[in-house]
């Protein structure tokens, strides 16, 4: 979607804060022993709440109102009977819409405390989130946020999911630009236009390069190597001045 108005974004940024406020009072509710499924439920009832509708469900008729990830489980996690342990790695992403416009948002939660290195990659996998959403403004390359984010990466020892990728959003959950490399490419010639609402979503690993599903589960994520993965997202808006973030919890 390229916004084209004030009453496009004024849509755009209230699906936004729907979907931000969904995803951190579910991280707030998460208790060791609870479910995936009954967090889905705190979602899902939230979402219905606020007269949102979950977009994978709609779009995908995927199981669930909102994707939950477990340690091994990198994305697209169906929320079931799994149960939620401290020390895990929970990672939600919420997706929905309401009067037509869509936002995505996602992030990786320590439940209670992680072994140091999974605190180091949650706190860069953020950084790196970040490092890609600041490439967001009009007239630059959209290839320029897959190279900020892996030259951080590279620095850092990290590697990067690389079939996992930003998309466009706004009208649909995903639209033109349908991919958008969160690591380095240079085949990628598209620049972004002003107004142009997309999603900037690295996953950051240390050791993973590719997500495959498992065992006939057409949904769960899992990394290839093996590897602990995080990932953090938000809806942008590309504007002259920079990028305008419509998920930030209100």
């Not at 939230?46 to 779009?59: E, H, N």
């Not at 995505?104 to 605190?119: K, M, Y």
């Not at 009208?171 to 002003?194: G, K, Q, V």
Request: glycine share 12%; proline share 6%.
């Amino acid at each position: 979607m390229t916004i084209t108005n004030e009453d496009e974004l004024d849509g755009l940024k209230a699906i936004g804060r729907i979907v931000a406020a969904t995803m951190q009072s579910m991280a707030a509710a998460v208790e060791p022993g609870m479910t995936t499924g009954e967090l889905d439920g705190i979602g899902r009832d939230l979402l219905d709440r606020a007269g949102a509708v979950s977009a994978p469900q709609s779009t995908y008729d995927f199981p669930g109102a909102t994707c939950i990830s477990v340690n091994e489980e990198i994305a697209h996690g169906i929320p079931g009977d799994r149960v939620i342990a401290a020390g895990d790695l929970l990672n939600i992403d919420v997706s929905a819409s309401k009067d037509g416009f869509f936002a995505d948002t996602g992030a990786t939660f320590r439940v209670g405390p992680v072994r140091p290195s999974l605190d180091r990659l949650c706190r860069d996998g953020r950084r790196a989130a970040q490092i890609g959403i600041a490439q967001v403004r009009a007239g630059r390359p959209l290839a320029g946020i897959g190279q900020a984010i892996g030259r951080f990466a590279e620095a850092r020892g990290y590697t990067l999911i690389r079939n996992l990728a930003s998309h466009g959003v706004g009208r649909a959950l995903h639209e033109y630009p349908e991919e958008i490399a969160t690591w380095p490419t240079r085949s990628d010639r598209r620049r972004i236009n002003r107004g142009l609402v997309m999603t900037v979503e690295p996953f950051l690993s240390t050791g993973g390069i590719w997500a495959e599903t498992r065992d006939g589960d057409e949904w769960t994520l899992y990394s290839t190597p093996a590897a602990p993965v995080v990932q953090y997202e938000h809806t942008v808006v590309a504007t002259d001045r920079g990028p305008l973030v419509v998920t930030l919890p209100g």
